[in-house]
C-alpha cells in the first residue's frame, strides 16, 4: 500500500489561534496544530490543506448569509 502525502499549508498562529472567530468552524487537527506551535514559541503551524479550505469556506459561506440577512431587513425610503 502506498503512502499518499497529504497536502498542506502553513498558516500564521497569531491569525487563527489568537482570535477566536474561526473557532466555531475550526477542525479539532487545525485547532491541535496551532496549539502546538503557540505553545512551542512558533508564528506558524502546518494544517491539511483541504481542512483549512473547508474552515474557511464555512466561516466565508456564514459572513455572506449573515451580510444577506441583514440587507433584507434594510428598508429603503419612498421618494
Known sequence: MQN???DTIEI???EY????K????MPQSIFNALEAAFLEGKGT????KSEFE????DFYDE???TINRNCKR??????
Open 12 to 14: 500564521n498562529v497569531s
Open 45 to 48: 503551524a502546518i494544517v491539511p
Open 54 to 57: 473547508a474552515m474557511l469556506n
Open 22 to 25: 474561526y473557532y466555531r468552524f
Open 63 to 65: 459572513k455572506s448569509q
Open 17 to 20: 489561534y489568537d482570535g477566536n
Open 4 to 6: 499518499e502525502e497529504m
Open 74 to 79: 434594510v428598508k429603503l425610503p419612498l421618494l
